[in-house]
Protein backbone atom coordinates (compact mmCIF):
# COMPACT_ATOMS: atom_id res chain seq x y z
CA UNK A 1 0.00 0.00 0.00
CA UNK A 2 3.08 2.29 0.98
CA UNK A 3 4.92 1.31 -2.45
CA UNK A 4 1.16 2.47 -4.26
CA UNK A 5 0.83 5.77 -2.87
CA UNK A 6 4.55 6.40 -3.03
CA UNK A 7 4.51 5.81 -7.06
CA UNK A 8 1.22 7.57 -7.15
CA UNK A 9 2.59 9.96 -5.95
CA UNK A 10 5.85 10.53 -8.49
CA UNK A 11 3.11 10.21 -11.24
CA UNK A 12 1.40 12.98 -10.22
CA UNK A 13 4.11 14.76 -9.72
CA UNK A 14 5.76 14.21 -13.50
CA UNK A 15 1.39 14.31 -15.20
CA UNK A 16 2.04 18.15 -12.86
CA UNK A 17 4.78 19.25 -14.17
CA UNK A 18 4.59 17.93 -17.96
CA UNK A 19 1.07 19.95 -17.95
CA UNK A 20 3.64 23.05 -16.87
CA UNK A 21 6.61 22.78 -19.69
CA UNK A 22 4.05 22.10 -22.18
CA UNK A 23 3.78 25.71 -23.04
CA UNK A 24 8.01 25.92 -22.65
CA UNK A 25 8.42 26.14 -26.02
CA UNK A 26 12.14 25.55 -27.55
CA UNK A 27 14.34 27.76 -24.79
CA UNK A 28 15.35 24.28 -22.49
CA UNK A 29 14.27 25.38 -19.20
CA UNK A 30 15.21 24.20 -15.56
CA UNK A 31 13.61 22.22 -13.38
CA UNK A 32 14.58 21.90 -9.50
CA UNK A 33 13.00 18.70 -7.63
CA UNK A 34 13.92 18.64 -4.34
CA UNK A 35 12.85 14.95 -2.96
CA UNK A 36 12.99 11.96 -1.24
CA UNK A 37 16.26 9.95 -2.37
CA UNK A 38 14.96 7.21 -3.64
CA UNK A 39 11.82 8.78 -4.97
CA UNK A 40 13.08 8.92 -9.00
CA UNK A 41 14.58 6.37 -11.13
CA UNK A 42 17.53 7.81 -13.12
CA UNK A 43 16.34 6.61 -16.61
CA UNK A 44 12.85 8.15 -15.52
CA UNK A 45 14.24 11.20 -15.22
CA UNK A 46 16.37 11.70 -18.23
CA UNK A 47 13.55 10.09 -20.62
CA UNK A 48 11.48 13.19 -18.73
CA UNK A 49 14.48 15.69 -20.03
CA UNK A 50 14.21 14.39 -23.16
CA UNK A 51 10.96 14.48 -23.25
CA UNK A 52 9.92 17.94 -22.48
CA UNK A 53 13.27 19.59 -23.33
CA UNK A 54 13.61 20.60 -19.76
CA UNK A 55 17.14 19.87 -17.83
CA UNK A 56 16.51 18.30 -14.41
CA UNK A 57 18.38 19.41 -11.27
CA UNK A 58 17.16 16.38 -8.76
CA UNK A 59 18.40 17.54 -4.89
CA UNK A 60 17.68 14.48 -2.24
CA UNK A 61 17.28 14.53 1.30
CA UNK A 62 16.17 11.57 3.52
CA UNK A 63 13.43 13.19 6.29
CA UNK A 64 11.24 15.81 6.11
CA UNK A 65 13.08 17.72 9.02
CA UNK A 66 16.41 17.65 6.95
CA UNK A 67 14.26 19.09 3.84
CA UNK A 68 12.30 21.53 6.09
CA UNK A 69 15.97 22.89 7.84
CA UNK A 70 17.37 23.62 3.98
CA UNK A 71 14.14 25.13 3.22
CA UNK A 72 14.14 27.66 6.09
CA UNK A 73 17.67 28.23 6.15
CA UNK A 74 16.66 29.92 2.20
CA UNK A 75 18.99 30.30 -0.65
CA UNK A 76 17.32 27.49 -1.98
CA UNK A 77 14.35 27.65 -4.92
CA UNK A 78 12.59 24.44 -6.16
CA UNK A 79 10.05 23.91 -8.49
CA UNK A 80 8.61 20.72 -7.11
CA UNK A 81 9.46 19.90 -3.31
CA UNK A 82 7.47 16.31 -2.11
CA UNK A 83 6.96 16.96 1.53
CA UNK A 84 5.14 13.77 3.98
CA UNK A 85 0.74 14.58 4.57
CA UNK A 86 2.18 16.07 7.90
CA UNK A 87 5.01 18.49 6.84
CA UNK A 88 2.65 19.99 4.10
CA UNK A 89 0.50 21.44 7.18
CA UNK A 90 3.27 22.61 8.86
CA UNK A 91 4.99 24.32 5.81
CA UNK A 92 1.86 25.45 5.39
CA UNK A 93 1.74 27.61 8.62
CA UNK A 94 5.51 28.68 7.98
CA UNK A 95 3.97 29.76 4.54
CA UNK A 96 6.73 27.86 2.93
CA UNK A 97 4.46 26.45 -0.04
CA UNK A 98 3.07 28.82 -3.00
CA UNK A 99 -0.59 28.04 -3.60
CA UNK A 100 -1.22 25.69 -6.97
CA UNK A 101 -3.09 27.31 -9.64
CA UNK A 102 -5.10 24.45 -11.14
CA UNK A 103 -5.88 26.25 -14.14
CA UNK A 104 -2.01 25.95 -15.41
CA UNK A 105 -2.04 22.23 -15.13
CA UNK A 106 -4.43 20.95 -18.16
CA UNK A 107 -4.81 17.54 -17.39
CA UNK A 108 -5.86 17.59 -13.80
CA UNK A 109 -8.93 16.34 -14.78
CA UNK A 110 -7.58 13.07 -15.58
CA UNK A 111 -5.98 12.51 -11.80
CA UNK A 112 -7.74 10.60 -9.48
CA UNK A 113 -10.27 12.17 -7.41
CA UNK A 114 -8.32 11.51 -3.61
CA UNK A 115 -5.16 13.18 -5.21
CA UNK A 116 -7.10 16.22 -6.41
CA UNK A 117 -8.05 17.41 -2.92
CA UNK A 118 -5.87 15.40 -0.18
CA UNK A 119 -7.08 15.53 3.33
CA UNK A 120 -3.27 17.58 4.23
CA UNK A 121 -3.75 20.12 1.69
CA UNK A 122 -4.87 23.28 3.30
CA UNK A 123 -6.79 24.88 0.83
Do not use: H
Not at 1 to 24: E, H, P, T
Not at 32 to 54: P, R, T
Amino acid sequence: MKLMKRIAGVAISFSLVAGVLAGCGEKKEELNIYSWADNFDEQVLKDFEKKYNVKINYDKYASNEEMLAKLQAGGAKYDLIQPSDYMVKTMAKMDLLAPLDKKNIPNIENMVSNFKTPAFDPE
